[in-house]
């Protein structure tokens, strides 16, 4: 019974969602109907043509200077450019997750839980895993050009983390990278104060963005990405390595 009452619930939510898209009242409020918008006039446009602030001009890959900004990936202009002050409170949220996990594990010493592998298995495991270092880190420094950026980036790198945890009987996460969790999110509030003295707004990019589709462009884009990258790897990796150790017995 409860599921055909559900069933009857949805069905009826879904003919007033249609019901609402298709009114004739919406043309009176001055709102056009679903489908008969015109995507110029709306803001997303604005983040394809690189002109949320200004009239830049036509874009084109590979020739446009000093665009107002210059990432080839439109997701990166918004991420990490128009809005990088929310990617900044998704690092933050991250950070308050990760912290919170490990203090349900339990704090005290702890150490490796012994596990035992085939040597062939573990060659093999270290070469894909410095394979997966480099692939994570060429993602989040190429987050302006192609699909990508510091999280999936970030996301690589714990991935590799996870396989040496697995098949390595005595590894532990390296101190570097307890540094790198903590300074990153540092080094990503310093950039948005420096953006505040020279521009007078938090986190606006002050670096010039060069050439669309070059390496070197963006601004401040693939800074933050590096950043946000290698913030992500550290914390999913200490993450994973507090899931595989035991507290020593006293």
Known sequence: MKKVVAAIIAFLFFVMF??????????????????????????????????????????????TNNAESGSANMVTSIV?????????????????????VAILIGGGKRQRLAISVNPILKISARIIVALLLVFGVYVFTHGHLTPGGGFPGGTIIAAS???MLVVEDDKRVSKLLKFLEGSMGFLY??????GLII?????????????????????????????????????????????????EEK
């Open 199 to 247: 521009t007078g707004s938090f986190l606006q990019n002050f670096l010039p963005t060069g050439t669309i589709g070059n390496l070197f462009s963006a601004g401040i884009a693939p800074v933050v990405y590096s950043i946000i990258g290698l913030k992500v790897g550290a914390e999913l990796s200490g993450l994973l390595d507090d899931f595989f150790a035991e507290e």
């Open 18 to 63: 249609v019901s609402i898209l298709n009114s004739d009242s919406k043309s009176l409020m001055g709102i056009p109907k679903f489908g008969e918008v015109n995507l110029a006039e709306r803001v997303s446009s604005r983040y394809i043509s690189k002109s949320v602030s200004e009239d830049a001009g036509e874009i084109i890959y590979g020739e």
């Open 161 to 163: 983390t996870l396989l």
């Open 80 to 100: 990490v450019n128009y809005r990088s002050f929310d990617t900044l409170g998704e690092v933050t949220v991250l950070f308050i997750a990760t912290t919170g």
């Open 189 to 194: 509030v310093v950039i948005g104060i420096a």
